[in-house]
């Protein structure tokens, strides 16, 4: 089999990659290990409930944004019904230690005027964040299209300056507000202390200037890529696990499958960065940069109740309101591994479907999880696991269950389990390295991977590239596609659209 160019993984960076080398009139084709598509944004049904795994929100689909334009240039705009949050939309967000609730809502203006009413001594320093959230974000091209892209990014890849922890205290004295303004790090998976501020304006700019579903959620997404890919001719091969890249007279010749050869000049790879090395042959790559891949340090991963409600009406507003119980202070992300249970959250995105009338009684119990919580399990064969494994788990998610109903209620105490996502599921069914949420950190301890490699013809994209979320892992697709094709004039292409 032959084609230009093999997109491996379909996920949202390899379907972006894929749609924008096929309407540039290359012949792609993507290979997938899993039997579905879609990577983490697909959906899956229990009882009739569909549940979202990696896509409850974005931002970026407003009126001139960049997630719109992109998906306009693409075709499959027209193909999604997207549903902007209402004004009343918030991260309705508990500190545990002083009981105080604040609504983090999804519009600078509004989050301000809550803010400012909530820590009335912080006023100065809130409206100063927030400029210099817009600030950041006026420079930065997915926010301000008429900038071009490549010295941007040049140095998105060797970061420097403040952390956004050094921003806030700074500013402000309040722990809370540390917390309160530290929450986006849950979207992209690093602690306020190892983030530069480029990295958390590209998340929380977007958040503060409002976010959007879709409906049938992220399976949507995919179908919508799916019907515009079949349109221009892409192959999209499941259940083909790339074992390895070809290599000829020191460039890109292809990829061995499960399935057999595939023969190829360019090879885009999705998957985990650190992944790569078991593809290509020994000495292919310097031993440094071996070493940088090899030692990547990931964000968190989940663990994730799916389970049905009886009163979704509960807490108020499920559907447009995601409820959090968080610590105070800048340690947000750090896991406290004998109660892991106590920093939760509980969001309905199904619910926002307007077709499903089963999806109103689906909720997700989230917490943050580590490796260290389910490696003793993973000696257990896979799909074979052990029934201590399986006691862990409804455990765990008893534990959780118990501690929403004592934070949000009688009904919350009675959700139902259906499935339960750990860092192992995680871990097999997105192939993330310990069930990495976001794949690579993006810190500012670390190098970030570039989507060019040393070999002629090979490429990286997705999450581990450029930033986590559907925004950063679309952008990632656009960004590899325009290596290949020329940057700038693909993002001239893209800009157009807004
Ligand atoms: C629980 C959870 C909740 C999230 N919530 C949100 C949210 O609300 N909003 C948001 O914007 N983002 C969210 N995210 C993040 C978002 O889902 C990801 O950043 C994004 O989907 C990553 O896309 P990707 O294409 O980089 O990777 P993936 O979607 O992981 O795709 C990579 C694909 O490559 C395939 N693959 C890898 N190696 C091989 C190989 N050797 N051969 C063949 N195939 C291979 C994999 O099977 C996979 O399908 C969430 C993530 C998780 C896990």
Not at 149 to 166: E, I, N, R, V, W
Not at 261 to 283: C, F, K, M, R
Not at 294 to 317: C, E, Q
Request: net charge neutral; proline share 5%.
């Amino acid at each position: 089999m032959k084609a230009e160019i093999v997109v491996v993984g379909s996920g949202i960076s390899g379907l972006t990659s894929a749609a924008l080398l096929a309407k540039k009139g290359r012949r792609v084709i993507i290979l997938e290990r899993n039997k579905r598509p879609g990577g983490a944004l697909k959906r899956f049904t229990r009882r009739g409930i569909p549940f979202d795994i990696g896509f409850h929100y974005s931002g970026g689909m407003g009126k001139g944004e960049i997630l719109r334009a992109l998906w306009k240039y693409i075709g499959v705009w027209p193909r999604l019904a997207v549903l902007p949050f209402p004004e009343e939309g918030n991260e309705n967000l508990r500190i545990r230690d002083s009981g105080r609730v604040v609504r983090a809502f999804f519009s600078y203006d509004r989050l301000e005027d809550e803010l400012q009413r909530v820590f009335p001594d912080e006023k100065q320093g809130i409206s100063t964040y927030l400029n210099k959230i817009r600030e950041i974000s006026s420079t930065i091209p997915f926010f301000n299209p008429d900038l071009p892209l490549t010295p941007y990014l040049h140095d998105l890849f060797s970061p420097k300056g403040m952390s956004l922890a050094q921003l806030l205290t700074s500013l402000i004295q309040d722990t809370d507000l540390y917390a309160v303004l530290s929450t986006p790090v849950f979207l992209y998976g690093v602690p306020p202390r190892e983030v530069n501020l480029t990295i958390h304006a590209s998340v929380a700019h977007p958040l503060y200037s409002g976010v959007y579903a879709i409906d049938g959620g992220g399976q949507a997404i995919v179908d919508a890529f799916l019907e515009t890919l079949a349109e221009t001719g892409v192959d999209i091969l499941t259940g083909q696990e790339v074992e390895s890249v070809i290599v000829k007279e020191n460039q890109v010749a292809g990829v061995k499958t499960s399935g057999g050869e595939i023969y190829a000049s360019h090879v885009i790879y999705t998957g985990h960065p650190t992944s790569l090395l078991d593809l290509v042959p020994d000495g292919i790559f310097r031993k440094a940069f071996c070493n940088r891949l090899r030692n990547l340090i990931n964000t968190h991963s989940m663990f994730i109740v799916f389970g049905a409600i009886d009163d979704p009406d509960t807490l108020g507003d499920m559907t447009w309101v995601n409820y959090y119980n968080i610590r105070t202070g800048l340690d947000i992300m750090d896991l406290d591994l004998r109660h892991p249970e106590k920093s939760i959250m509980v969001n309905a995105p199904g619910r926002r479907d307007s077709y499903s009338t089963g999806a109103s009684r689906g909720v997700l119990l989230i917490r943050m999880s580590a490796w260290d919580e389910v490696a003793r399990f993973d000696q257990d064969a896979q799909g074979k696991r052990s029934a201590a494994y399986r006691k862990w788990k409804a455990e765990s998610a008893d534990k959780m269950i118990e501690q929403a109903g004592r934070l949000w209620g009688d009904a919350c105490s009675r959700i139902e389990p259906l499935a339960i996502g750990t860092p192992l599921t995680f871990r097999d069914r997105l192939g993330s390295p310990m069930g990495a949420t976001y794949g690579v950190r993006h810190s500012m301890n670390q190098f970030s991977p570039g989507v060019r490699t040393r070999l002629p013809g090979l490429w990286l994209s997705g999450q581990g590239t450029l930033m986590a979320g559907i925004m950063g892992a679309s952008l990632a697709g656009m960004v590899t596609a325009g290596e290949i094709e020329g940057l700038e004039p693909l993002w001239d292409e893209v800009r157009q659209c807004r």
